[in-house]
């Protein structure tokens, strides 16, 4: 398991290249069976971020890891579907 650091005051952490953010996704999915615009927004704005890094490294190998909220939320396809197209609307 790689060694992760942690900023103070900040909701990630980052190993080299790596960066690893907290984002609650399936935060409050399990009384209404969907993922909430927050939790769409929080996920978009770590995408972006993630995007520019990979990017910025032309990076050509990924692992990327899906939580359960991607696949079983009532709203998991058309989140799939937005996340592709939609730009960040929160700060970095």
């Known amino acids: 398991m790689p060694a ?4 103070p005051g900040r909701r990630q952490f980052s190993r080299g290249g790596f960066v690893f953010a907290i984002i609650r996704l399936g ?3 399990s009384a209404t069976g969907s993922i909430s615009e927050a939790a769409i927004d929080r996920a978009i704005v770590a995408l972006s971020i993630c995007s520019d890094k990979i990017r910025y490294r032309k ?14 939320a009532a709203n998991a396809e058309s989140f799939r579907r937005g996340s592709r197209r939609r730009p960040a ?4």
């Open 4 to 7: 992760l650091d942690r900023q």
């Open 27 to 29: 935060e409050g999915i």
């Open 89 to 92: 609307s929160g700060s970095r």
């Open 59 to 72: 990076a050509r190998r990924l692992r990327l890891i899906a939580t359960e909220a991607c696949r079983a």
